[in-house]
T-cell receptor, first 114, second 115 residues
Framework: ETGVTQTPRHLVMGMTNKKSLKCEQHLGHNAMYWYKQSAKKPLELMFVYSLEERVENNSVPSRFSPECPNSSHLFLHLHTLQPEDSALYLC?????????????FGPGTRLTVL | AQSVTQLGSHVSVSEGALVLLRCNYSSSVPPYLFWYVQYPNQGLQLLLKYTSAATLVKGINGFEAEFKKSETSFHLTKPSAHMSDAAEYFCAVSEKETSYDKVIFGPGTSLSVIP
């Protein structure tokens, strides 16, 4: 596997379910990101982990819970979601250094909340 | 704060015609600028990036972009559109936060290529 992978690619869940999204990066990067992409809206940054510490929580509801057990893996735990949470969830990684560098994206998980 | 605007949420071109997607940014410091492409049901793929070296940046798939500081622009061009270029294109600017790279994305431009 190369680059950034995400599983599952598609997920349908009810509002009372609990599920998790997984992201893995094979680039040796030290920062990982979760974004939400809804139809007709700009990309929304949700969470950032740098050196395995959460450094950004962009006013995301508590029904979304991130976890970063090591620099290569990132999870997004979901519980009691709402239909408006249906979106494409994108994971990205980058190498944090003296200047801002490129973020590399995974293919995304298409989430549908019924 | 940095921001990005993309003129035209939807652009249509004929196959073989010039592609021009516009991007303007605001930044108080020399920026890093990016163009990403997103094909249906996929993530974002880096097309090219500007990092204060040459002002004309060449990317993948025949795309290039020119950084014009006086116009605060970073427009994306391709001389001849191909059907496979139909996708969503995002311009982005990055700024250095204390401990990570914050990327501000534009709203995107959807490119259609007409046979």
């Amino acid at each position: 596997e190369t680059g950034v992978t995400q599983t599952p690619r598609h997920l349908v869940m009810g509002m009372t379910n609990k599920k998790s999204l997984k992201c893995e990066q094979h680039l040796g990067h030290n920062a990982m990101y979760w974004y939400k992409q809804s139809a007709k809206k700009p990309l929304e940054l949700m969470f950032v982990y740098s050196l395995e510490e959460r450094v950004e929580n962009n006013s995301v509801p508590s029904r979304f819970s991130p976890e970063c057990p090591n620099s290569s893996h990132l999870f997004l735990h979901l519980h009691t979601l709402q239909p408006e949470d249906s979106a494409l969830y994108l994971c990205a990684s980058s190498q944090v250094g003296p200047r801002a560098d490129t973020q590399y994206f995974g293919p995304g998980t298409r989430l549908t909340v019924l | 704060a940095q921001s990005v605007t993309q003129l035209g949420s939807h652009v249509s071109v004929s196959e073989g015609a010039l592609v021009l997607l516009r991007c303007n940014y605001s930044s108080s410091v020399p920026p890093y600028l990016f163009w990403y492409v997103q094909y249906p049901n996929q993530g974002l793929q880096l097309l090219l990036k500007y990092t204060s070296a040459a002002t004309l940046v060449k990317g993948i798939n025949g795309f290039e972009a020119e950084f014009k500081k006086s116009e605060t622009s970073f427009h994306l061009t391709k001389p001849s559109a191909h059907m496979s270029d139909a996708a969503e294109y995002f311009c982005a600017v990055s700024e250095k936060e204390t401990s990570y790279d914050k990327v501000i994305f534009g709203p995107g431009t959807s490119l259609s290529v007409i046979p």
